[in-house]
T-cell receptor, first 115, second 115 residues
């Protein structure tokens, strides 16, 4: 089954304790992206990757890191989480380049609470 | 920068009736993609329908159809024969060609379906 998976689905942590949210897709997509969803703000892009070893900042990158060492994986790293990073996080992926393959597919979301 | 506006934060519809969700966007591009995503209480982001800007024909997926007015920069979603399972948050989204390939989301609209 074609899917985007995220782990963990729920996480409660404390300020300053480094954490990683994993994202994996099995569709051979070149493009992967992280979004955060906050009430009243919709979804905003944090980081994206056009392919292996190619990453760039989105609209709200402060406090986050990413890496893309393999095509299928795109982990989101919070080196020193703060309460303002409490949010619902989505990973998404898609092909790049042809109109029929522009749809982004989303993972199930990771709900993060930073105390 | 592109923006997406969903002016109605909430709507309700009777089961079996038709409802239209509005969305407007602002862009200077000529080629782009528009999407409607559904987010049920599970928080999963589910693609409902997509529209390529270069296509004049409005997209249709079963009970879901769009009214795409490119000159007016309007992209409304019509749900026919509404079902209880249609109750969810609905997000309108714009995706540019090239660059970050990100999705720019509206703030969402909560749809309630009354039995």
């Amino acid at each position: 089954e074609a899917q985007v998976t995220q782990n963990p689905r729920y996480l409660i942590t404390v300020t300053g304790k480094k954490l990683t949210v994993t994202c994996s897709q099995n569709m051979n997509h070149e493009y992967m992206s992280w979004y955060r969803q906050d009430p009243g703000l919709g979804l905003r892009q944090i980081y994206y990757s056009m392919n292996v070893e190619v990453t760039d900042k989105g609209d709200v990158p402060e406090g986050y890191k990413v890496s893309r060492k393999e095509k299928r994986n795109f982990p989101l790293i919070l080196e020193s989480p703060s309460p303002n990073q409490t949010s619902l996080y989505f990973c998404a992926s898609s092909f790049v380049g042809t109109p029929l393959q522009e749809t982004q597919y989303f993972g199930p979301g990771t709900r993060l609470l930073v105390l | 920068a592109q923006t997406v506006t969903q002016s109605q934060p909430e709507m309700s519809v009777q089961e079996a009736e038709t409802v239209t969700l509005s969305c407007t966007y602002d862009t200077s591009e000529s080629d782009y993609y528009l999407f409607w995503y559904k987010q049920p209480p599970s928080r999963q982001m589910i693609l409902v329908i997509r529209q390529e800007a270069y296509k004049q024909q409005n997209a249709t997926e079963n009970r879901f159809s769009v009214n795409f007015q490119k000159a007016a920069k309007s992209f409304s979603l019509k749900i026919s024969d509404s079902q209880l399972g249609d109750a969810a948050m609905y997000f309108c989204a714009y995706r540019t060609q090239g660059g970050s390939e990100k999705l720019v989301f509206g703030k969402g609209m909560k749809l309630t379906v009354n039995p």
